[in-house]
């Protein structure tokens, strides 16, 4: 059956011209003039996709997009693309948190718009098979070798592309405690829930860990840290691993984020995690942390495999390769990321992390592949359609 796309826009040209591209390539169309009808024809409709104009007559089209958003339930998504004249990165961030899922800036190349739609229908239509299967319940710690390394960046960008562009089911959890920055990095509030709320309950469980998690636009779980570095000693070294392991059955990826000491809290992640991806770059007080981390693993009794390591700004200038690196430390660097330090910078300051409005960035294609890697080491293979993209 043909996909119906519904199409959201004022004027009739745009209209004529998206209808005439959509039907040559065999899609059932739907047109709305107005907001108000596009949010009607949803609802009766039931289109597969909307592409949405940002400024309309009655509902503009944050608007409609908010308004379905509201209403659809949590087991339906339908994918919508913003059609904006605006080139600003503040009209993309605030069509994204609006609910939709891309957008394109007019005007634009009818080869782009059906990739774009392509790649959305195949990312929401194996929500069955996505719903079918049981969850993958991985536990990933992020560790950094050193402060400042880009521990966090890779964390989250890692958590967001594991789950947009790979169609995983990620929770993802701040566990630097004391100065943990996912509420900068994702420009969320200090009112906002915190581990906090779960450790300081009678007891814990699954219902509670729910309600205390936040959903970011991105459609990423977030397991915020405490709000405050007194806070932080609240958290004891079996809170982490039990989190973990109630979180489990219910997310194909935990992906804990951990600061750098080597303490009680950090070494029950480590002992809960499949995998231990070390965060470094290219320095000697990196390469030398980086040994000793090696052999506290070693030590632990961890299989070779479970310790990996992620050279993050691989080819920023140093005076150290990526060859001298893995000389030093008698071992292979499994990862690389790119530097990219605009890039990197500009979405921290902006509170809008790069996977999430720039996926196709050099920085985002680089995450993306860490992200492909570290799915290809689990068994269960991609939803249907996604892999290939
Ligand atoms: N691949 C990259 N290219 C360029 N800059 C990067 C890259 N990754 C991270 N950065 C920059 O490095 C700085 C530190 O990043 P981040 O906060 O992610 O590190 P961290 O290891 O989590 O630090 P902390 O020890 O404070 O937790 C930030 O300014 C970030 O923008
Ligand atoms: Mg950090």
Known sequence: MAAKILIVDDDANVQRLLQYTLKQEGYDVVNAADGAEGFQLWGTEAPDLILLDVLLPKLDGYQVATKIRGEEGSASHVPIIMLTAEREVEQKVRGLRAGADDYLIKPFHPAELLARIKSLLARFAPRDVLLARPPMGRVLALYGAKGGV??????????????????????????????????????????????????????MDAELIRQVLVKHDSGVDLLLAPP??????????????????????????????????????????????????????????????????????????????????????????????????????????????????????????????????????????????????????????????????
């Not at 600061?259 to 950090?266: H, I, M, Y």
């Not at 993050?312 to 030093?328: D, H, L, Q």
């Not at 992390?353 to 799915?375: C, E, H, I, N």
Request: glycine share 6%.
């Open 150 to 203: 880009g521990t966090t960046t890779i964390a989250i960008n890692a958590a967001i592309a594991l789950h947009r562009e790979l169609g995983r089911k990620v929770c993802l959890v701040d566990g630097n405690l004391q100065f943990g920055d996912h509420r900068v990095f994702l420009d969320l509030g200090l009112d906002r829930k915190s581990i906090v709320d779960i450790v300081t309950a009678p007891s």
């Open 228 to 389: 405050s570095p007194e806070s932080a000693d609240l958290v004891r070294s079996e809170h982490l691993p039990m989190i973990a392991d109630h979180q489990r059955p219910k997310y194909d990826y935990v992906v804990i984020d951990v600061d750098k000491r080597l303490d009680d809290v950090n070494l029950g992640v480590f002992e809960a995690a499949e995998a231990v991806f070390v965060v470094m770059t290219a320095d000697l007080s990196c390469l030398k942390n980086v040994r000793l981390i090696l052999e506290t693993m070693s030590h632990l009794g961890y299989p070779t495999g479970k310790t990996q390591l992620v050279l993050n700004r691989s080819n920023a200038f140093t005076g150290i390769n990526v060859k001298n690196a893995e000389g030093a430390l008698k071992r292979t660097i499994d990862h690389q990321v790119v530097n990219e330090y605009r890039g990197a910078i500009s979405a921290l300051n902006s509170g809008a992390p790069f996977m999430f409005t720039k996926a196709d960035s050099v920085l985002g294609g680089s995450l993306l592949q860490f992200a492909r890697a570290l799915d290809k080491q689990a068994a269960v293979p991609a939803p249907a359609g996604i892999s290939a993209r």
